[in-house]
């Protein structure tokens, strides 16, 4: 058993191993194909289930995507960590002409080493990567929105109906404790003397 397992271990690290996938840069799509194993892969083909299609197949003087050469025919020898990279879209404008977002991709390939034929079936889709994009905010909206927050601490300092919250500088914190302490003296002190904390807090418009 454990000769078995060993020999399984020493195919897997000895063989090609082909992956084609998406590379979604914003709104460029790429197919990136590369071979991940440590050796040689050799006759590789690509069947896609429907065949591939793209929004730059329309314009004029350009050979459709699934004619070029590579997707076509294949590639007769693929050495280990080779990758090949396809312009293959642009998201806004595929979305807008409804064309398919998954394939069924089957890959085959012979690797010397095992002496062995590979046939492997993969998905390739595209809808993960269409989710809401995040807009990037520029000095332009930084300054507007500091303009805006200026505004309104401004009419809060002024004591407007716009904002719940006053803001309220050192002086002004003084002047509150100082109307507070002159509120509780003009409630404590003897009629003598609490006539002149009244006249105080008047002056200062809190009576």
Do not use: C
């Amino acid at each position: 058993m454990a000769a078995f397992v060993a020999r399984r271990q020493l195919r897997a690290q000895i063989r090609p191993f082909i992956v084609i996938d998406f590379i979604v840069q914003q709104t460029l799509i790429e197919l990136s194909i590369k071979n991940i194993g440590n050796t040689m892969a050799r006759n590789v083909r690509f069947n896609f289930d429907p065949p591939l299609k793209s929004s730059f197949d329309e314009q004029p003087n350009r050979k459709p995507l699934g004619a070029a050469a590579l997707l076509a025919h294949g590639v007769a020898a693929f050495p280990p960590t080779k990758e090949y990279r396809v312009l293959f879209d642009q998201a806004p404008t595929r979305i807008e002409k409804h064309l398919p977002d998954r394939y069924d991709v089957t890959i085959t390939y012979d690797a010397e080493p095992v002496r062995q034929t590979f046939t492997e079936t993969t998905l390739l889709d595209l809808t993960p990567y269409y989710v809401p994009s995040i807009r990037r905010y520029d000095l332009s909206d930084v300054h507007k929105r500091l303009s805006e927050i200026s505004t309104e601490v401004r009419k809060w300092r002024q004591g407007g109906t716009s904002g719940a919250v006053r803001v309220m500088t050192p002086r002004d914190v003084r002047r509150e404790w100082a109307i507070g302490d002159l509120r509780h003296l003009a409630q404590v002190a003897p009629r003598s003397r609490g006539w002149f904390y009244r006249l105080r807090l008047r002056l200062m418009g809190a009576w």
